[in-house]
């Protein structure tokens, strides 16, 4: 039960993005994903205890959770090198992309199916662009046409940072989920979107994305766009985590060749240590 919590925040595609919030945390202190210092306080308590009412984990069971991460890598060998390292960790992502991007193409046929709303074979500009306005209008709260700062104003915030399972998976398509993330998203630098430059920027998704040039996207067009951002965000991810992993071999090893799992319960207190900000021996979110 535990188990399938955690493996529900894990999978979960929702990607909140954390109000632009550019932290300082230290990345051999993150979880290696691009996210502000509140998420990743919420991903140690809420995945390490598996528990996603959690509100707080303490430092036993943390050092335990992040142990038990490699457990398998030291039944393997007593001592790990850095390549044994980073090719362990790099096995656990691609399983855990393999299985969110067959999860993720399935979702992008669903989402076919509900953007051909006259249900024939192709999703036409109309009802691609019904849906932008749409999505335009949710985030227009006072209904001008533009989405600026007085509509971030009027958005009732959802407490994304304590609610349940909103991480951010390590590969995940950019979606707007607030009024601040769509400006960074579709404002083109500028702190604000109107619905004339936002529906251009949609012709122009739809104009890319439809190949044999029929004014349609057929359910093979729609589908292969979106899986070809989809891997492209992968091997980006996959790139970063590199450098990530390499990193966070040499915070363990400490100079050495080889680490036991006793460095990396050295580590994972001294990780602990860290987001222990308030020093009471718990992680709790918002401390
Ligand atoms: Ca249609
Ligand atoms: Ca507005
Ligand atoms: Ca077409």
């Given amino acids: 039960m535990k188990k399938s ?21 230290p990345s051999v202190f993150t979880a ?36 038990a991460q490699y457990q398998a890598l030291f039944q393997q060998y007593k001592k790990v090198n850095q390549a044994q390292f980073v090719a362990f960790e790099e096995q656990q992502l691609n399983d855990t992309i393999q299985a969110h991007r067959d999860a993720s193409v399935k979702q992008a046929h669903v989402r076919f199916g509900v953007l051909n709303k006259n249900k024939d074979d192709k999703i036409s500009l109309k009802e691609f662009q019904d849906v932008g306005v749409r999505s335009f209008e949710n985030f227009d709260k006072n209904q001008d046409g533009i989405v600026n700062a007085e509509d971030a104003k009027l958005e009732t915030k959802k407490s994304t940072m304590h609610g349940g399972a909103m991480f951010k998976m390590a590969v995940s398509i950019p979606v707007a989920t607030d009024v601040n993330s769509f400006i960074e998203q579709h404002g083109q630098g500028k702190d604000y979107v109107t619905l004339a430059q936002f529906l251009t920027e949609r012709e122009k998704q739809f104009v890319d994305t439809d190949t044999n040039h029929d004014w349609g996207l057929s359910e093979d067009e729609y589908v292969t766009e979106f899986t070809q951002r989809y891997d492209e965000n992968a091997s980006q991810a996959k790139a970063r985590l590199n450098v990530f992993y390499n990193d966070r071999f040499t915070a363990i090893a400490h100079g050495k060749l080889e680490i036991s799992q006793k460095d990396v319960k050295h580590f994972a207190e001294s990780l602990f240590k860290y987001w222990d900000k308030n020093k009471n021996g718990k992680i709790e979110l918002g401390e």
């Fill in 5 to 25: 919590i955690l493996t529900l925040a894990l999978f979960t595609t929702v990607s909140t993005t954390f109000a632009a919030t550019q932290d300082t945390t």
């Fill in 32 to 67: 290696g994903i691009n996210e502000s210092a509140t998420a990743t306080q919420s991903r140690w308590v809420k995945e390490f205890s598996g528990d996603k009412e959690a509100t707080s984990i303490a430092k036993k069971q943390f050092v335990e959770k992040f142990v």
